[in-house]
C-alpha cells in the first residue's frame, strides 16, 4: 500500500495534463481507505459512519448497521454514559445520515439529543472539565443543528484562540476553526471571530510552508486539511497550496480507524461543516423497484428527477396489550401522510396496514394494525409529529424530510 500511496502522491504531483489519471489515483486512494474502515470495524463509532456519510458510502450493509447499531446507542447511554463530545459525535453522524438528532428513535424509545448535549455541556464547562476540543465540537454540533443560544462559548473560543496562539495542537485549533467558521454567521461577535480565525489559519499556512506540508502530525492532518478548506475566506487574499499539504496524506499509509475516517472527508473536498447541509435527498434516492409511477396530478412534464425524503413512520399501542413497530420509508418530496402510511403498508403489510373512512374533512383512519378506534371507550389512532400531535389529518399532512411520524393508539 505504501508503494501505491507514494505512486499516487507522484501522480498528483504531475502537471495538469495528468489531471484525469490522478483523479482515479485518488479515487483509489478513497475506496481503499473505506475499504480498510469498513473491515477493521470492531466498536461503534460515530466517527467513521461521519466519513462514510460525507464519502458518499452509504449504500453498505455494513453503513446501515452502522447506523442503526448508533441510534440504539444514543438511546440507550447518551443520557446516562456519554460525555457532551460524544454526544456532539453521534449528532453530526446522525445528521450526515440524514437522521434528526431531535428525534432518535430505536427500540421503541425516542430521544432528543439536543437538550442532553446542552446540559451536559454547561456541566461539563461549570465544572472546568472541558477540553477546547470538546467544546468547539460541541459547538460545532450545535451550530449545525440552528442553536446558536450558546454565544458565551463561541467566545470563549475565539478568545482562546487569540490568547494562545499556537498553544493549543493543531486538532484542537482545527476544530475550534470549524465551530467558529460555522458560528461566524450567527454571531454578533463577527470581528473577533475573524481575528482568530485569520490568525489560526495563517499560522497554519506558516507552519505548513515551513515543514513542507505538515501541519502538526500526521493525524492532525485530517482536521487541518478539514479547516483549511472551509476557511480560504479568513485568509485570502493569501493562498493555501493545497497540493502541497495533500502530498503528505497521500504518502502516508494510513492504518488506524480514527486517523482514516478524520482524513477522508477532506479528500472528498468535504468537511465536518457538511454533515449538516450535505444532500441528503440526493443520498436518499429510492430505488427502482420503490418507485411509484409519476401521479398524473403532480403534472410533472420533464420526470424523472424529483426528489424524494425519508420519512420515519412508527404505530404504537400501550392501552390494549402492546405493540410497538418503525419503519423509514421513502417517498416523493411532497407527499401526504397517507401515501407515506400507504408505502409502509406495501412493504410490510402484515404490520402497517390500516383502515381508513371519507369523512368530510377527508379520511379519517379508524384503525391500524387491526386494531380500531372505539367511541364507546372513547379511543382513536392519534399522529404525532415526533411528540408533537398533527394539527391536520394524514390526507393533507405533508412530513418532511426525516420527519419521524408517530400514530398512537389514544383515548379522548
Ligand atoms: C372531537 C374531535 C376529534 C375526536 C373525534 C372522535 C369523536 N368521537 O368525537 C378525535 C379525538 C378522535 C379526533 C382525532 C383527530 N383529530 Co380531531 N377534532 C375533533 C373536534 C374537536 C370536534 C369534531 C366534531 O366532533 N365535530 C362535530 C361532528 C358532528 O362533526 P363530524 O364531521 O362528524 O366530526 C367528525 C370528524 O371531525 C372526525 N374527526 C375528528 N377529527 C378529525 C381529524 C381529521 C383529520 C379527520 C379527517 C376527521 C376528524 O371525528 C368527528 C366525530 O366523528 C374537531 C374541532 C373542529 N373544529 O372541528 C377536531 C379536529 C377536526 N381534529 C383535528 C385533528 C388534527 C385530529 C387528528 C388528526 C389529531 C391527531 N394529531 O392525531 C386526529 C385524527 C387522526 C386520525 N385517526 O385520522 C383538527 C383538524 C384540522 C385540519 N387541518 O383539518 C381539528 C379541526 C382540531 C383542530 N386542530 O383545531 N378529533
Ligand atoms: C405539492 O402537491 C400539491 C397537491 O397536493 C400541489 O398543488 C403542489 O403544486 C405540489 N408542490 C410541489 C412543489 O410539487
Ligand atoms: C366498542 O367497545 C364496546 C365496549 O368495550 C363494545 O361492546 C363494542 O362492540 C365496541 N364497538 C366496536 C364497533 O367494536
Given at each position: 500500500m505504501r508503494g501505491m500511496a507514494y505512486s499516487i502522491g507522484v501522480l498528483l504531483a504531475?502537471?495538469?495534463?495528468?489531471v484525469t489519471q490522478g483523479c482515479i489515483a485518488h479515487d483509489h486512494l478513497v475506496q481503499e481507505l473505506l475499504q480498510r474502515m469498513e473491515k477493521s470495524i470492531k466498536s461503534l463509532n460515530p466517527s467513521i459512519l461521519l466519513a462514510m456519510n460525507l464519502a458518499g458510502a452509504t449504500h453498505s450493509h455494513v453503513h446501515n448497521w452502522l447506523l442503526q447499531e448508533i441510534k440504539k446507542d444514543a438511546v440507550e447511554?447518551?443520557?446516562?454514559?456519554?460525555?457532551s463530545g460524544q454526544v456532539a459525535l453521534y449528532i453530526l453522524a446522525l445528521l450526515s445520515s440524514c437522521q434528526d438528532p431531535r428525534c432518535v428513535h430505536a427500540m421503541g424509545k425516542t430521544i432528543n439529543l439536543i437538550p442532553i448535549l446542552k446540559q451536559k455541556m454547561d456541566e461539563e464547562i461549570s465544572k472546568n472539565v472541558i477540553t477546547w476540543y470538546t467544546e468547539s465540537l460541541d459547538t460545532l454540533a450545535l451550530c449545525l443543528v440552528?442553536?446558536?443560544?450558546n454565544q458565551d462559548a463561541v467566545e470563549a473560543i475565539a478568545k482562546e484562540l487569540l490568547n494562545h496562539?499556537?498553544?493549543?495542537h493543531v486538532d484542537t485549533r482545527a476544530m475550534a476553526v470549524l465551530a467558529l467558521v460555522c458560528a461566524y454567521k450567527h454571531t454578533g461577535k463577527q470581528d473577533l471571530i475573524r481575528d482568530a480565525l485569520k490568525a489560526v489559519t495563517n499560522d497554519f499556512l506558516d507552519e505548513q510552508e515551513r515543514r513542507n506540508?505538515?501541519?502538526?502530525n500526521i493525524y492532525s492532518m485530517g482536521l487541518a486539511l478539514q479547516a483549511l478548506e472551509t476557511s480560504s475566506e479568513f485568509y485570502a487574499p493569501r493562498k493555501w497550496d493545497r497540493a502541497q499539504a495533500f502530498r503528505v496524506v497521500y504518502n502516508h499509509d494510513y492504518k488506524e480507524l480514527m486517523a482514516i475516517a478524520q482524513v477522508l472527508p477532506p479528500l472528498v473536498?468535504?468537511?465536518?461543516?457538511?454533515?449538516?447541509?450535505?444532500g441528503c435527498t440526493a443520498t436518499n434516492r429510492m430505488s427502482p423497484s420503490q418507485q411509484l409511477p409519476p401521479?398524473?396530478?403532480?403534472?410533472?412534464?420533464?420526470?424523472?428527477?424529483w426528489t424524494t425524503i425519508t420519512v420515519q413512520f412508527s404505530i404504537t399501542n400501550t392501552l390494549k396489550n402492546y405493540f410497538h413497530y418503525s419503519t423509514s420509508v421513502c417517498v416523493p418530496?411532497?407527499?401526504t401522510l397517507l401515501q407515506v402510511m400507504k408505502v409502509a403498508r406495501n412493504e410490510k403489510p402484515d404490520i402497517f396496514c390500516f383502515k381508513k373512512k371519507k369523512t368530510l374533512r377527508g379520511p379519517f383512519v379508524t384503525s391500524i394494525h387491526g386494531l380500531a378506534g372505539n367511541e364507546t371507550e372513547r379511543t382513536y389512532w392519534q399522529f404525532f409529529s415526533c411528540w408533537s400531535p398533527l394539527q391536520e389529518g394524514v390526507g393533507t399532512y405533508k412530513p418532511k424530510n426525516w420527519e419521524h411520524i408517530q400514530a398512537i393508539f389514544s383515548t379522548y
Open positions: 504531475l502537471a495538469s495534463a495528468t447511554r447518551a443520557q446516562k454514559d456519554m460525555t440552528k442553536e446558536y443560544d496562539k499556537s498553544s493549543p506540508g505538515m501541519i502538526g473536498g468535504k468537511s465536518y461543516l457538511n454533515a449538516g447541509r450535505w401521479s398524473p396530478m403532480l403534472g410533472t412534464v420533464g420526470v424523472p428527477t418530496d411532497n407527499s
